[in-house]
């Protein structure tokens, strides 16, 4: 199906806003997953500082404890049981045994007490060990995670960037081509004055027009806004809907000015139809005439193409005064 370069032009601009939004929605999401990995980075590692601190005061308290009960166990075992028993044997009475087994009970209480607290700090120190094991681990784990969001995030930012670098491409080689064209058509006013034009009766023009080809109107003549770049540009002609191949009439009887390849109109032909009149075919993907040849009005003189600065199949038509584009809208029924 035909596209006209308007409907092409709104779609880039759409394409490209929904590919930036895209990019930027990822961006955003790549940047807040790194905020919290950093974050509980942040958290684990005053867990791991907190826990340090647990574990050398620990250390220290079972030191100290552990000192006292290698003592406890050195005197315990310099005196073995007998002392326990010499203590209760040297009772002089059954109160004095009573006093003496209290006493007694009350020792050997504290010396389970001291071995159940030093086990229990050792087993606080282990826990806490392998918990710094554990949260050492993560804050790894977090460090490689954070560098690869930080990728992903400079990945987006490049492909932001060269999005846009390529649309700023886009839009400076549209407007080089523009300049071409509007060159084009100055050295076309240039040429069609040199040669002068003949008399409508030697031309054989009957000094009414068709429509070359039929089909919608896609771009019409005169000034217009480009629909992404928002600039003001000149249009010599109006673009006619058509397909490959489809024939072009020449709009009256005439005598070909010119039939020949143009980089930005592409295949060319221009036909003078005498008192200063002339008509010009643009894009065309075949040229049926020469130069010179006398042609009547409906004769196919060319096929529809998309040669030169074109970007589907369509028929560029002007018609010009004295070599001057005006619109042909005054010369079509
Ligand atoms: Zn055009």
């Known amino acids: 199906m035909f596209q006209s370069r308007r409907q ?21 999401k790549a940047l807040n ?19 340090t601190e647990i574990l050398e ?32 044997l040297g009772a002089n009475d059954f109160s004095d045994f009573a006093t003496r087994v209290e006493i007694l009970k009350r020792v050997i209480r504290q010396d389970i007490n001291l071995i159940t ?50 649309a700023v491409q886009e839009r400076d080689e549209s407007e080089r081509e523009y300049q071409n064209l ?14 002068g034009s003949t008399t409508t009766e030697s031309a054989g023009s009957t000094g009414s027009m068709l429509w070359p080809i039929q089909g919608e109107i896609t771009s019409p003549y005169g000034w ?16 006619i809907a058509g397909d490959y191949g489809d024939p072009i009439k020449a709009a009256d009887g005439g005598i070909v000015s010119d039939a020949s390849w ?17 008509t010009l075919y643009g894009h065309c993907s075949q040229l049926l005439v020469s130069e010179g040849q006398h ?14 600065y074109a970007t589907g199949p369509h028929l560029h038509f002007e018609v010009r005064q004295n070599g001057s584009p005006v619109d042909p809208m005054g010369y079509l029924p």
């Not at 804050?139 to 999005?163: F, G, M, P």
């Not at 217009?224 to 673009?239: A, E, L, V």
């Not at 143009?262 to 002339?278: A, K, L, T």
């Not at 042609?295 to 030169?308: D, E, N, P, R, Y």
Request: aromatic share 4%.
């Open 295 to 308: 042609v009547s009005k409906g004769q196919v003189i060319a096929l529809v193409g998309a040669t030169g």
């Open 224 to 239: 217009r806004t480009h629909p992404i770049f928002g600039t003001q540009r000149y249009h010599s002609g109006i673009d």
């Open 182 to 195: 509007l060159e084009e058509s100055r050295r076309i006013e240039e040429m069609l004055r040199r040669r």
């Open 117 to 166: 607290t030093v086990q229990a700090e050792r087993n606080l120190i282990l826990e806490k060990r392998e918990q710094l094991v554990r949260d050492k681990a993560a804050v790894v784990e977090l460090e490689k995670a954070a560098e690869d969001k930080q990728q992903v995030i400079a990945q987006r930012k490049k492909e932001r960037a060269t999005l846009l670098a390529s």
């Open 57 to 88: 005061k620990t250390e220290a308290a079972l030191a100290e404890r552990s000192r006292i009960l290698n003592k406890r166990m050195r005197d315990i075992y310099k005196n073995g049981q007998i002392s326990y028993l010499d203590v209760l």
């Open 8 to 28: 092409q032009a709104q779609q880039q601009v759409d394409t490209l806003s929904n590919q930036l939004q895209t990019i930027q929605k990822d961006l955003d």
């Open 262 to 278: 143009w980089s930005g109109y592409g295949n060319m032909v221009v036909i003078d139809h005498g008192g200063n009149i002339q």
């Open 33 to 51: 997953e790194y905020k919290e990995i950093v974050d509980k980075r942040k958290i684990t590692e005053q867990q791991i500082e907190a826990n």
